[in-house]
């Protein structure tokens, strides 16, 4: 995809939030404990690579990724900390991330043994970190017997530089804590059968950590956090407070590229889901749902200059119409997403009004909108 720098519009990345956000929490890890940076999917959207920087000036002590080009691309942009790939690795590419250092998520058995093959012939140690199975559904160790034959294979293994045992929880984000004290005794249970000594035991999340869950963790994994944003976002419930500030750091910006008016009966965008009752002025945004800003923002308000106008007519895939109160000038500033967080239109306030959360909305702004960085150190 290519940048759309001949466009006014961009994804705007504070950078002394990310560093701000990270230091706060290594100012809250307990004695001992090493936070690790969670970049995965582009670093939520605010550009991995540049916010990977940052997390090391900052404090960092290693990063996770969801897939091996992710971390592939750190590795190339002179990323020299440990860096743990969260999801399933196909095995076939395992002797790739052996030779660039980066550490293996094990789902399972099968997986275990096949990659071992691979290792011996190539003549190559791989890190690794054993998932745990512990209520998520996803992937890891469920049985205790898989669990335990894992264990054995690995026992004085040269293939593998067993560096961590982890599990994610699902409910750490809710004031409901059954589920959660529920897996954690399942991962305790994994822990007694542990034969071997991994270098990190780790379990909690952003959510783990800024809740004050009290679990034994060496590494909390800090995802949503570093971009200033409550882990516990929800449409349907308020937000639970976190023991750290958190500052948000992402802001969506444009511009008015046109601006006319229309007459009454006359109706904008596609299938005219919109009829004007009266004569009403219009603006033009350059930015669709192409851009990841989807077509349920339909109705939902932005700032045009000083002015929060709502959006109308159905979105189109590379622009949006909004009503204006009054005429404005082609250029003026178009906020579509607020990093202040008590703004109307902050990336709380819009994912809520497209029922999701704002993990989706930010991940969802496309590489075609630039991401502009301020606060440079």
């Given amino acids: 995809m290519v940048p759309g720098i001949h466009r006014p519009a961009a994804v705007c990345v504070d950078l002394a939030a990310i560093r701000q956000n990270i230091q706060e929490e290594i100012k809250h890890l307990a ?67 052996a030779v660039n250092g980066v550490s293996l998520a094990v789902p399972n058995l099968e997986w275990l043994k096949e990659v071992e093959s ?52 699902a409910s750490a ?72 500030q958190l500052k948000p750091a992402m802001s969506f910006v444009s511009e008015l590229v046109q601006v006319h008016t229309i007459h009454k009966g006359q109706g904008v965008g596609y299938g005219s889901t919109y009829i004007a009752d009266e004569d009403q002025i219009i603006g033009t945004v350059p930015v669709g749902y192409a851009d990841g800003f989807i077509r349920k923002f339909q109705g939902f308000k932005i700032k045009v200059g000083s002015e929060y106008c709502p959006i109308v007519g159905r979105i189109c895939m590379d622009q949006l119409m909004v009503q204006l109160p009054y005429e404005m000038a082609v250029g003026t500033k178009v906020v579509l997403i607020s990093n202040d967080p008590v703004a109307p239109n902050s990336l709380k306030k819009a994912a809520d009004y497209v029922d999701s959360i704002h993990y989706e909305v930010a991940c969802l702004l496309d590489d075609r909108l630039p991401r502009k960085y301020y606060n440079l150190q």
Avoid at 51 to 59: D, R, S, T
Avoid at 129 to 155: P, Q, T
Avoid at 196 to 204: A, E, T
């Fill in 31 to 97: 004695p001992g404990q090493k936070l690790f940076a969670v970049v995965k999917a582009n670093a939520y959207g605010h550009g991995a690579v540049r916010v990977a920087q940052e997390a090391v000036k900052a404090g960092a002590s290693g990063f996770c990724v969801a897939i091996l080009d992710e971390a592939l691309e750190l590795r190339q942009a002179g990323i020299v900390l440990p860096i743990l790939v969260l999801g399933v690795t196909p095995v076939k590419y395992a002797s790739l991330a």
């Fill in 118 to 169: 691979n290792l011996i012939q190539d003549q190559l140690q791989l890190k690794i970190h054993l998932a745990v199975d512990s209520g998520m559904g996803r992937i890891g160790f469920s049985e205790d017997d898989e669990f335990i034959a894992a264990n054995e294979l690995l026992l004085n293994n040269p293939n593998f530089d067993v560096e961590g045992l982890f599990t994610h929880f």
């Fill in 173 to 244: 984000d809710s004031s409901d804590d059954s589920y959660f004290q529920m897996q954690v005794t399942r991962f305790n249970h994994f822990k007694k059968l542990l034969k071997i000594k991994p270098k990190w035991i780790h379990v909690d999340n952003t959510a783990a950590s800024v809740f004050d869950k009290k679990v034994h963790s060496d590494l909390v994994r800090f995802g949503i956090g570093i971009y200033g944003l409550n882990p516990s976002s929800n449409p349907a419930s308020a937000d639970l407070e976190t023991a750290i």
